[in-house]
């Protein structure tokens, strides 16, 4: 199994209110009935506000290295990544368990 973790930061002034910004969190809600690659998948905004921390988290986890693959260039998952790129930041790992 491979955990994929990713962590956004949004972008100076923006507003975890804001439409665009509600809009991305839908296009990650569906990606579940979507993309049967994913085994696993939660996500959720930050409930602290240290300054270190980041925003959103999403937690999935698919079977294995293809799956990954198939589940990055799955078209509705480029569409969603393609919404947070216009107001986020992101860091990601990917690891076995």
């Known amino acids: 199994m491979i955990r994929h973790l990713v962590l956004f930061k949004l972008n100076d002034g923006v507003s975890r ?3 665009r910004v ?3 969190v839908r296009a990650f809600e569906g990606l ?3 993309i049967e ?3 696993f ?3 959720g905004w930050n409930i602290t506000d240290r300054p ?3 925003d959103f988290a999403i937690n999935s986890a698919v079977a294995d290295k293809d799956a990954l693959k198939r589940y990055l260039e799955h078209p509705a998952h ?3 990544a393609a ?3 216009e107001f986020a930041t992101w860091v990601i790992a990917d690891y076995e368990f």
Do not use: M
């Open 32 to 34: 579940k009935d979507q």
């Open 22 to 24: 509600q809009a991305g």
């Open 52 to 54: 270190i921390a980041y």
């Open 17 to 19: 209110d804001e439409e």
């Open 83 to 85: 919404q947070w790129r």
């Open 37 to 39: 690659e994913l085994t």
């Open 41 to 43: 998948w939660e996500f």
């Open 78 to 80: 480029l569409a969603a």
